[in-house]
């Protein structure tokens, strides 16, 4: 079992940015690709970005433009989304993932955490 814990939500202005990080616990961090996902009332889960295990590759939907950055460090168990020029369509809550399987398929993830809220006022 891993545990994930995110943190760093909240309230910004559309332009602004935000730091979400992702705690892992129980079983090796670095055996697992991370996953973000975000999902905003009455649409579908949405991938966002991945990193590999070692975090030598990344990888991020078109849609993003590029304002993204996922990070990880498995020294301190811990993954990291940078957003910057956040937009109010980005307003969701944000899950991190843990997985075997690198990529943008939900449900090879294997652990999940509960999710912070991010809303982006106009």
């Known amino acids: 079992q891993v545990q994930l814990v995110e943190s760093g939500g909240g309230l910004v202005q559309a332009g602004g940015s935000l730091r979400l990080s992702c705690a892992a616990s129980?079983?090796?961090?670095?055996?697992?690709?991370v996953g973000w996902f975000r999902q905003a009332p009455g649409k579908e889960r949405e991938f966002v970005a991945a990193i590999s295990e070692g975090g030598g590759s990344t990888y991020y939907p078109n849609s993003e433009k590029g304002r993204f950055t996922i990070s990880r460090d498995n020294a301190k168990n811990m993954g990291y989304l940078q957003m910057d020029s956040l937009e109010p369509e980005d307003t969701a809550v944000y899950y991190c993932?843990?997985?075997?399987?690198?990529?943008?398929?939900?449900?090879?993830?294997?652990?999940w955490g509960r999710g912070t809220q991010v809303t982006v006022s106009s």
């Open positions: 129980g079983r090796t961090f670095s055996n697992y690709a």
């Open positions: 993932a843990a997985g075997r399987i690198f990529g943008d398929y939900a449900p090879g993830y294997d652990y």
